[in-house]
DNA sequence: CCCGTTGGCGCA
DNA sequence: TGCGCCAACGGG
């Protein structure tokens, strides 16, 4: 409860109640004359029609998804937190059971053992296993991040060969206690039910965000503990491809737009372009490999910066990791290039938006609302207005059409940027699948089109399965 | 590459 | 002790 608590130890909460009074009529007073004055800067700033039509009733529409939570399975939660327990424990051992000097057993006041501290770590690694170090972090000293971990497995030479399991205990108790001390320490109201904040004025994208815990970030193997009520069902719809399609639609991209209208896979097709393949040869790795291609190369990546996501590489997680493709830079470099030469829409679209911004110091979504902009211009800012028409128009359209779902009564409980969680009573759940289904795809108006939604259901938020209209 | 939250650490 | 940065997690 302690995060809708006041401070009530502050000593302006100590005066005479009339002096508190008369403070507060004042407070509303002038709170009551900014009313104006801001209601002309939004007018003046382009953003009022927006603001009167969307963002004021999705004010209410986000109190009453606050307010309904998730409902928390005590008994799924307890188990899983055992099993990561376990996870970390197992982990622990092989790593400290691998100390002959016993310095990484020894426990401090901050830490149990000594593998949560780098420094300490660190000197495990490097001075007593002798093992190559990766590299060096910004203070100097050598990095024991995920990253250095991969390095060092990479590069592992033969006599370090026996040392192989403790770096992969390594890198998969650092995922597991991620997960234990960051998304199992939930807490719930007196209804067994987790209420996060949300906020959904603050980002620069007008997204919302979540905190308390922060449940756009919940880790997938641990989304298992939400279930919906007794009689209810979960009800997840998701926008498929939003950005892509955002972006393929805006800057008029006619090879993808030309996928999306033929029900296609821009990401497949992506890849088979990238690695010049018919698209029956393209394998997962491929289509991975061209979906963090489009949202890295695209937003402004390079080339030789460029970081793939990295995966658990530990005996145990072989088989939950997707395949990935490790190329060379000249292969980046060239698939990029390919990339660019038949979507060459993109790069002009990308500068007139940069243009505009530049003349103008606002950007200007189709979708209904304006982004001012204050920043020095640079290649920071040149990056952020890559990505900024579609993450800033994916969150106004989402803003709308959950405006449109709560006036129909929708039991939205969350908001993940591009897909809405509803906990809907069994006997509906087809009613609403197909009623959130209209809602959501009917056309939008910036865009001349309409995104298609993927619908999955569930007796619980870690274990959803594919609606069709067969589905019970 | 972009947008976030959180926990740990180093620095003033 | 507050603040900025990093690293790890998610979404696109």
Redesign the pocket.
């Known amino acids: 409860m302690s995060k809708y608590a006041a401070n009530t130890d502050h000593a302006f909460l100590q005066l005479p109640d009339i002096q508190l009074g008369i403070y507060n009529c004042w407070d509303a007073h002038q709170t009551a004359r900014l009313v104006k004055p801001l209601f002309d800067e939004l007018e003046h700033l382009g953003n009022l029609d927006y603001v009167i039509q969307t963002m004021e009733p999705l004010q209410t529409a986000v109190i009453d998804m606050q307010s309904r939570g998730l409902l928390l399975d005590t008994r799924a939660l307890g188990t899983y937190r055992d099993q990561v327990r376990d996870g970390i424990a197992e982990a622990d051992h092989t790593i400290l059971q691998a100390d002959p000097t016993g310095e990484l057993r020894k426990r401090t006041e ?2 149990p053992n000594g593998i ?4 300490r770590l660190g000197k495990f690694l490097f001075e007593t296993l002798g093992l190559k170090t990766g590299k060096k ?3 100097g ?1 050598d ?7 991969y390095r060092i497995l990479k590069n592992l030479r033969k006599k370090d060969e026996e040392h192989r399991p403790i770096i992969e205990a390594l890198f998969h108790r ?2 597991l206690r ?2 234990y ?2 998304y199992l ?1 939930l807490e719930t109201d007196f209804d067994g039910r987790v209420r ?2 949300v ?1 959904m004025y ?4 007008m ?1 919302f ?6 449940l ?6 641990a989304r298992h503990v939400f279930q919906p009520a007794n009689g209810y069902t979960y009800l997840q719809v ?2 498929s ?5 955002i972006l393929a639609y805006l800057s008029g991209d006619a090879p993808s737009i030309q996928v999306f209208e033929t029900s296609g896979d821009v990401h497949a097709q992506n890849a088979a372009d990238l690695f010049m393949l018919p698209l029956s040869e393209v394998t997962k790795a491929h289509r991975l490999y061209a ?2 291609f489009l ?8 080339t ?4 793939t ?2 995966f ?1 590489p530990c005996k145990k997680c072989t088989d939950l990791v997707p395949p990935t493709l490790k190329l060379k830079r000249d292969v980046i470099k060239q698939t990029s290039n390919r990339w660019f030469q038949i979507h060459h829409a993109v790069p002009r679209f990308q500068d007139e938006t940069a243009q505009f911004v530049r003349k103008h110091h606002y950007y200007e979504s189709p979708l209904g609302a304006r982004r001012w902009i204050a920043k020095p211009w640079g290649a ?1 800012l040149g ?2 207005l ?3 028409p ?2 800033f128009g ?1 969150a106004l359209l989402m803003n709308e059409r959950q405006v449109q779902l709560s006036r129909l009564d929708a039991p939205i409980i969350l908001q ?4 809405f969680l509803l906990e809907v009573p069994t006997p509906e759940l087809g009613d609403w699948a197909r009623t959130v289904r209209e809602v959501m795809e009917a056309p939008v108006d910036g865009l001349n089109t309409s995104i298609p939604v993927d619908l999955e259901f569930g007796r619980n938020w870690g274990d959803l399965e594919k609606w069709t209209e067969s589905a019970p």
């Open positions: 901050k830490y949560g501290s780098p420094k972090t910004k203070s000293i990095s024991t991040d995920q990253e250095s971990l650092s995922r991620t997960i001390q960051r320490a996060a904040q906020k603050g980002t620069k994208t997204r965000s979540y905190s308390k815990p922060a756009q970030q919940f880790p997938p193997e998701d926008y491809q939003l950005e892509a399609r979906k963090t949202y890295g190369i695209s937003y402004g990546g390079d030789e910066t460029m970081k996501k990295l658990c920071e990056r952020e890559k990505n900024l579609m993450q994916g993940m940027h591009d897909s």
